[in-house]
């Protein structure tokens, strides 16, 4: 994921850095892409080089925002030190908002590794690739609809009297955005349990992959999904009508085939039009049922790690 940084304005004096700054800039080189006049901040690579330090912040207990503006002031001076101009505050406040995702999908394997080291309860917790929405070139008639969400299981889930197979027949029409997090709690015989524990170590270090998710798509039981979280870290007032999107549609074919998936957010930062949507608000489909179905189960507020601890431990019961 990368940002857009900023452009070398007209005139600007562009240093040659040395000594210390000349070693900072060879190691921080592949932090930004650069073409013509403008730079991107590569937010993954920039992750994945200050883990080891973050980590030590995250075992200090330190607050999200805190280790956030450390990265934030880190990437300001690689930027200065490979260009010599500043970067702009927008692409470093939208590097901050993927940030606050890694750090909250580190938390989230972290604590589905001690669980299981603990109890052997084995917590998948993973990404979606994005969904899609195809079209033929030129004419606009769409040719492909592709929400990831319904890829994950397996195909026997779909079949006559199992369960999901009550969308069988319009699974391929059924498209919403892909959420943030999946947690599903694997059955004791899943073969995947002995290869996923490595991979959630993995993913805490290089929270952007989706090796995870690679490796559960297409074998995952209804019954092992437990929950779909959505992170919020933006004031933007459409950053709320997504996830709510989202969980209408994940609750909807919840109901459909008697699945007990709860639906959660995870915010840093709320406003109180947040609060009454995702406190308050009900499905959409239970509007049909005359029945005051809620359509988010929690909302989380974190700033450390045992804040979501206790999100995993209700999704848990």
């Known amino acids: 994921m990368s940002s857009v940084c900023g452009s070398i304005p007209r005139g600007a004096k562009v240093f040659k850095a040395s000594g210390a700054i000349e070693r900072r800039m060879m190691d921080s080189s592949n932090w930004f892409t650069s073409s013509k006049d403008a730079f991107r901040v590569n937010s993954t690579v920039v992750y994945e080089a200050l883990y080891p330090e973050i980590l030590e912040k995250i075992e200090q207990d330190l607050p999200v925002g805190q280790i956030i503006s450390w990265i934030r002031q880190k990437t300001r001076t690689a930027f200065v030190a490979n260009f010599g101009v500043e970067p702009t505050t927008g692409a470093l406040n939208n590097s901050c908002g993927r940030w606050n995702e890694f750090i909250a999908t580190s938390f989230l394997c972290e604590i589905a590794v001690e669980m299981y080291q603990r109890n052997e309860e084995c917590l998948a917790v993973f990404s979606l690739e994005n969904s899609t929405i195809l079209t033929a070139k030129g004419s606009g008639e769409i040719t492909n609809i592709s929400a990831r969400f319904l890829q994950l299981f397996a195909p026997s889930e779909f079949l006559p009297d199992t369960a999901l197979a009550a969308v069988e027949n319009i699974r391929q029409k059924i498209f919403f955005p892909s959420p943030d997090y999946m947690i599903a709690l694997l059955d004791p015989d899943n073969p995947l349990i002995s290869s996923l524990q490595s991979l959630m170590r993995n993913q805490a270090r290089r929270p952007g992959s989706l090796e ?3 490796c559960i798509r297409g074998t995952l039981k209804a019954r092992e999904l437990k929950a779909v979280v959505s992170l919020k870290t933006s004031n933007r007032p459409d950053r709320r009508y997504q996830p709510a999107f989202e969980a209408a549609m994940i609750k909807s074919i919840s109901y459909a ?7 959660y957010m995870v915010v840093s930062e709320s406003s109180p039009a947040d609060q009454l949507l995702f406190e308050n608000a009900i499905s959409p489909h239970s509007i049909a049922l005359g029945e005051a179905k809620k359509l988010v189960d929690g909302v989380y ?17």
């Open 212 to 214: 995870i998710y690679k």
């Open 257 to 263: 085939t008697q699945q007990d998936w709860k639906y």
């Open 301 to 317: 507020f974190y700033q450390r790690k045992s804040d979501l601890l206790d999100l995993i431990r209700s999704i848990l019961g």
